[in-house]
Nanobody, 115 residues
Framework: QVKLVESGGGLVQPGGSLRLSCAAS????????MGWYRQAPGKQRELVAT???????NYADSVKGRFTISRDTAKNTVYLQMNSLKPDDTAVYYC?????????WGQGTQVTVSS
């Protein structure tokens, strides 16, 4: 089992920045990829960014050049640095870890971009 705890969400003005953190605990040695997803009201959950244990990253087109995913393997933590935030980025952001045939989700953290 893997437990994921997200933090760092909040209210920010358009153009501002936030950094989300996701700390993993439990059977973390099984994890080979982690990522961030988001779900806005009335919309499906969508991929934001992923990072593998080897450091390969992947981003949704809508966040390329603005968001950066990174990982501190020693701390079993993945980060999402979000810059130049837009109102369309408003959503609940979820952390996901993939380990073998299983995947795990965090509880989510709210990000609201509004003036």
């Amino acid at each position: 089992q893997v437990k994921l705890v997200e933090s760092g969400g909040g209210l920010v003005q358009p153009g501002g920045s936030l950094r989300l953190s996701c700390a993993a605990s439990g059977s973390t040695s099984s994890i080979y990829a982690m990522g961030w997803y988001r779900q806005a009201p009335g919309k499906q959950r969508e991929l934001v960014a992923t990072i593998t244990s080897g450091g390969s990253t992947n981003y949704a087109d809508s966040v390329k050049g603005r968001f950066t995913i990174s990982r501190d393997t020693a701390k079993n933590t993945v980060y999402l640095q979000m810059n130049s935030l837009k109102p369309d980025d408003t959503a609940v952001y979820y952390c996901k870890a993939i380990g073998g045939p299983l995947s795990y989700w965090g509880q989510g953290t709210q990000v609201t971009v509004s003036s």
